[in-house]
């Protein structure tokens, strides 16, 4: 069998993308929605989450992502070839009707195994946490950012996109029965791997109408997408970002919280998950003394329920988790100390049912009625019975970073 196509025949090399992109496919299909099914069952705050029932769904949506990967660089090798290759023309190519169905389909073909996986590597890229690509080559993209926004537009596209591939899928299947059944042509045989001869196509008729028509039937769906709220809405997390809203401090010889932020970092899979809380109230009084000693009082309150944690958000609200609907807030209480280091706050932080001491250096920039503080500590998640039922901390890790800064002024 020959490596190259000839005007009547395909070649080995094209056989073999051929072959290979539809068992691919047809495989990744069955893949994403048990997987998707699955992640959707965790992020239900209402269900009680196993650690076998986590790690099987990360295997599962790995396995999706990586496979989906190699149909798209397998597609770009196949899509070059192509273009290289002169196309064996279509033995009905007369039947102009059926002859522009079959290419329409083969342009939403081709465009569908770029188009699909890219979606999906974007959708990743944008968004922290949950099942890694099992590669090398690091997870996220240049250029693309983290943003839940971006994230949930993505996954709307793949789920339009891989929609519009299932049905060209149905429809290219049933045409090659079509010719091998019914029309008992050598279509489908000539892009077997031992196919034989085929005889001359007719000669082809050249139009525009089929890379139109698919690109018409994209534009359809991502319309008809968009009318059924596939692409989410601006998100929660986005929204919240953008109104974060810290009320002014009270009380005492009291500081105004101008601006700050309040991080968490969690490692999931051995990779770092980062957050924000979006809504925190912070009570300070404090006098900065001459010598180490005591110097205020801080509190604050944390509205659980603004904490954003890339794809795991709705899942670290589930009663295994913060469980925020039971619990919706933390509570930070300390003591503010000049230390001979620096600056102390040394106190109790609550979250859930769970009241634990906790002592947080942080550094202190006075300039005159503003002050610029930055403090950080890490905690046991397991203290406080956060993800209790997780005791594999190569799946969630034990530890969690958490970063305050916030500039203040005085009242
Ligand atoms: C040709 C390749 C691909 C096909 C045919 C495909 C197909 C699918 C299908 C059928 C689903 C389930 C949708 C549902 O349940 O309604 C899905 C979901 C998903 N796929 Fe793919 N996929 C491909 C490539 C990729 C790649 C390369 C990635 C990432 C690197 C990816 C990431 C995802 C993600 C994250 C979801 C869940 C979307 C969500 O949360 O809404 N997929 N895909
Ligand atoms: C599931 C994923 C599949 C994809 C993405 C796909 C894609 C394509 C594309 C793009 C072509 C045009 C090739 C070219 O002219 O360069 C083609 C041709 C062809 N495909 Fe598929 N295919 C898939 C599955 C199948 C299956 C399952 C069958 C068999 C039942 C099949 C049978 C054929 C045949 C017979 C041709 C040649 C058509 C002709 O020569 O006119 N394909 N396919």
């Given amino acids: 069998m020959s490596l190259t196509n000839t005007t009547h025949s395909y070649g080995a090399l094209a056989k073999l993308f051929h072959w290979t992109t539809a068992v691919l496919i047809l495989a990744l299909f069955p893949l994403g929605m048990i997987a998707n099914g699955m992640a959707e069952g965790l992020r239900d705050p ?3 989450v196993t650690e076998a029932q986590i790690a099987q769904t990360v ?11 190699a149909v798209f660089f397998i597609a770009l090798l196949r899509v070059g070839w192509s273009l290289t290759q002169p196309r064996p023309g279509l033995l009905n190519a007369e039947n102009r009707v059926e002859a522009t169905l079959a ?43 983290k943003s839940e926004g971006f994230a949930e537009l993505m996954a709307g596209l793949h789920l339009v996109l891989q929609r519009v591939l299932l049905a060209a899928v149905v429809l290219h299947i049933a045409g090659a029965l079509k010719h091998h059944v019914v029309d008992r042509d050598a279509t489908l045989r000539r892009m077997l791997p031992h196919g034989g001869t085929a005889p001359q196509p007719p000669k082809q008729h050249k139009s525009l109408v089929p890379p139109l028509a698919a690109l018409t039937i994209w534009g359809a769906a991502i319309v008809v997408g968009a009318g059924s709220g596939l692409f989410g809405h601006t998100s929660a997390p986005a929204a919240a970002q953008a109104q974060q809203d810290i009320a002014p401090a009270s009380g005492g010889a009291g500081w105004t919280v101008t601006d700050g932020s309040l991080g968490i970092t969690v490692t999931q899979l051995g990779s770092p998950v980062s957050g924000q809380f979006a809504d925190w109230t912070a009570a300070i009084t404090f006098e900065d003394p001459a010598q ?12 659980i329920a603004s ?5 795991v958000t709705d899942q670290a609200m589930g009663p295994d988790y913060f469980d925020a609907s039971a619990f919706p807030t933390a509570i930070f209480s300390a003591d503010l100390e000049k230390t001979a280091q620096g600056y102390l706050a040394d106190g109790t932080l609550t979250i859930r049912d769970q009241t634990v001491p906790v002592q947080m250096p942080f550094q202190l ?10 403090g950080q500590l890490e905690l046991n998640r397991m203290e406080f019975g ?20 916030l500039t203040a002024s005085r009242s």
Wanted: proline residues 7%.
């Fill in 59 to 69: 295997a599962l949506f790995s396995a999706h992502k990586t496979l989906g990967l």
């Fill in 292 to 303: 180490p000693g005591p110097a205020g009082q801080v509190d604050v309150i944390v509205n």
């Fill in 103 to 145: 290419e329409t389909i083969h342009w939403l073909l081709y465009g569908s195994i770029l188009l699909v996986p890219l979606s999906g590597w974007l959708h990743h890229a944008a968004t922290t946490g949950f099942a890694p690509i099992r590669w090398p080559f690091g997870q996220s993209l240049p250029l693309v950012p």
């Fill in 386 to 405: 956060v993800g209790a039922s997780v005791t594999d901390a190569a799946t969630l890790g034990f530890g969690v970073d958490v970063v305050v800064t």
């Fill in 365 to 374: 920039i006075l300039d005159g009625e503003n002050a610029e503080m930055t």
């Fill in 307 to 311: 904490l954003t944690l890339g794809s």
């Fill in 46 to 48: 209402a269900a009680s």
